[in-house]
């Protein structure tokens, strides 16, 4: 029962806060200017009564809180209207990438999970050690870095300068791979993933290492750690077993 009602507690505190996020989305679209007149900025054509007819048509001269109502509502049910860039339904746009996106989340944070593991358990038994001055170091500049930056640096060395690698897109590089005399659909998605899982695994794992050893730093100075190493048992076991069981859990 005290876990359903945590699980009802937090759900109650998320209304609020997606309210506040709505508010917040729907204001900042304010923030750029008029809609209508950036909408039409390059067609020289239209004329301020076209202008306005468009705002009538879209609501745009309702009050604020009526357009952010009318707005809610049609966010609730899944209507986000058509892009201005071609005229394509938002919903038919956003399924086309669902996929692509929730490949390179996966991937990059299964990868980034099994890698910082070791790596941060490593890092705090060997703490003030070579080892893990380099492993600290590699994370605090993961986490510092503004992962965009570090993206179109991985462009510009492999795929603008090297040109092993594509630089955007999700497939049709087969450029890539008549040096092998391999022509595959699978290896040349592969070869759109490596650049965008490398840069979100990285940031990932950059935070990830640094939360599990300073977990680990503090559980490995617990007194039960001491008796299981004064009983003989594995150092392998006492780490990955009892000491990472605890550690683990902010991480």
Do not use: C
């Not at 304010?30 to 900025?41: K, N």
């Not at 594509?166 to 092998?180: I, Q």
């Not at 935070?207 to 299981?228: H, K, P, S, T």
């Amino acid at each position: 029962m005290g876990l359903a009602k945590y699980i009802i507690r937090r759900a109650i505190y998320m209304v609020p806060l997606i309210i506040g996020i709505s508010l917040v989305s729907f204001l900042v679209m304010y923030a750029a200017g008029d809609p209508i007149q950036l909408a039409t900025a390059g067609n020289p054509s239209i004329t301020e009564a076209q202008r306005q007819f468009l705002r009538e048509y879209y609501g745009l001269n309702d009050p604020i809180p009526v357009q952010y109502l009318r707005w809610l509502d049609h966010f609730i049910h899944g209507d986000f209207g058509r892009s201005l860039y071609g005229g394509r339904p938002v919903n038919e746009i956003i399924s086309s990438l669902v996929w692509e996106t929730a490949k390179l989340q996966l991937i990059s944070i299964l990868l980034a999970f099994f890698i910082s593991i070791p790596a941060g358990v490593y890092s705090a038994v060997k703490q003030r050690s070579a080892a893990d001055y380099t492993v600290s170091s590699v994370a605090i500049f993961g986490i510092s870095v503004p992962v965009f930056w570090f993206g179109i640096v991985l462009i510009l060395i492999f795929s603008y300068y090297l040109g092993w690698l594509p630089s955007a897109g999700a497939h049709g590089a087969p450029y890539l791979w008549p040096v092998f005399g391999i022509k595959n659909e699978f290896l040349d998605e592969l070869a759109h993933l490596v650049l965008p899982v490398t840069v979100l695994t990285f940031a990932n794992l950059a935070y990830n290492v640094r939360l599990l050893r300073a977990g680990m730093l503090e559980v490995l100075r617990q007194d039960y750690i001491l008796a299981a190493r004064a009983s003989g048992i594995p150092e392998r076991k006492v780490l990955y077993k009892y000491a990472l069981k605890n550690a683990i859990t902010p991480f």
